[in-house]
């Protein structure tokens, strides 16, 4: 099947810092990606839909200041989160449209100290 | 709005067939899907169903879908030890963008499959 990857696959940074993760469709094309969050034991949050070429769009709650989005081309989107702090520690999954499967990348574990 | 909604926890003996339930709320999906999470890692696509089909068999896994009660299930035939993960049952938003596919997700039901 399609693959979709995620960089870095872990981070660990201070407060305040910024951190970029990025995702990418390796074998397909994606006008659209989304952005989720995965606290432990929970279900995926959606947070953001990725558009190329224009504004994200964020869900009810998600700070876009906080989590900022580029999609930058076809097979690249990346979520940028601005001056981490503790509570932003989660794991954050993307995944990309290839008509009619959506494929999750493998997700990155962000702890912020 | 769509809401899925999924058994927290099944406990199966390795070789029994595991059943995991889901029901949604929004007739108007297209696709529904089954998604597994190992710990630490993403989600695998396991199978997916068209809302126009009843069943769907793959291998070791056969889905059946209700559309009259919104029901989905998934049969894990001879469920070993490498089936233990979490399993999510998902959506596809009908109101998303043209080829988005935007999902709802259920909470996950964990599987343990006991030796």
């Known amino acids: 099947g399609a693959v979709v990857s995620q960089h870095p696959s872990r981070v660990i940074c201070k407060s305040g810092t910024s951190v970029k993760i990025e995702c990418r469709s390796l074998?397909?094309?994606?006008?659209?990606m989304f952005w989720y969050r995965q606290f432990p034991k929970q279900s995926l949050m959606l947070m953001a839909t990725?558009?190329?070429?224009?504004?994200?769009?964020?869900e009810q709650g998600v700070e876009k200041d906080k989590f900022l989005i580029n999609h930058a081309s076809l097979t690249l989107s990346t979520l940028t989160v601005t001056s981490a702090h503790p509570e932003d520690s989660s794991f954050y999954i993307c995944?990309?449209?290839?008509?009619?499967?959506?494929?999750f990348g493998p997700g990155t574990r962000l702890l912020v100290l | 709005g769509e809401d899925v909604e999924q058994s927290l926890f099944l406990s199966v003996r390795e070789g029994d067939s595991s059943v995991i339930n889901c029901t949604y709320t929004?007739?108007?999906?297209?696709?529904l899907y089954w998604y597994k999470q190992e710990p630490g890692a993403g989600l695998q696509l396991l199978t997916y169903?068209?809302?126009?089909?009843d069943m769907k068999q793959d291998q070791r896994l056969t889905v059946l879908l209700n559309k009259k009660d919104k029901h989905l299930s998934l049969r894990i035939a001879d469920t070993q030890t490498g089936d233990s993960a979490i399993y999510f049952c998902?959506?596809?938003?009908?109101?998303?963008?043209?080829?988005?596919?935007?999902?709802?997700f259920g909470k996950g039901t964990k599987l343990s499959v006991i030796p």
């Open positions: 995944s990309a449209p290839l008509a009619p499967r959506q494929y």
């Open positions: 929004d007739s108007s999906s297209t696709y």
């Open positions: 990725s558009n190329e070429g224009s504004k994200a769009t964020y």
């Open positions: 998902a959506e596809a938003d009908p109101y998303s963008g043209a080829g988005s596919y935007q999902l709802t």
């Open positions: 074998d397909f094309q994606a006008t659209t």
């Open positions: 169903i068209f809302s126009n089909m």
